[in-house]
């Protein structure tokens, strides 16, 4: 790819989590924060024990910062970030049944 594209997919990919190949191939995985026309800051998620001290309140992000220049990267692609849990629930069935038409929600109308 090249440098004007490598820019406009990232300036259209910023806040997502992206994977960067670099030109040496490394590979980094990250959320894109800023975007210049030199570089791409990239917000890359810590290990489990940075997770562990953010929950108990001993470091304020867990996340690290990760600057690379635009001319060694080698292409962007948009990737997801796993969960540890399905995106998408069965639907919960409806808590009340209907109305039925005889009953009005509103005193003193009948709906006949």
Known sequence: MKKN??????????YKF??????DGKVHKGY????D???????VPGSAA??????QGQRWFPFGW?????AFLAGVAVARPRYPYPPYYP???PYYPA??????????????
């Open 5 to 14: 594209e490598i820019l406009q997919t990232c300036q259209t990919n910023i």
């Open 18 to 23: 992206v994977r960067v190949r670099m030109a």
């Open 32 to 35: 894109i924060v800023n975007v």
């Open 37 to 43: 026309n030199d570089h791409v800051t990239l917000a």
């Open 50 to 55: 940075d997770w562990q001290a953010y929950a």
């Open 66 to 70: 990760l600057a690379l220049p635009l």
């Open 91 to 93: 639907a919960y069935p």
């Open 99 to 112: 109305y039925p038409s005889y009953y009005s929600p509103y005193p003193g109308y009948r709906a006949y």
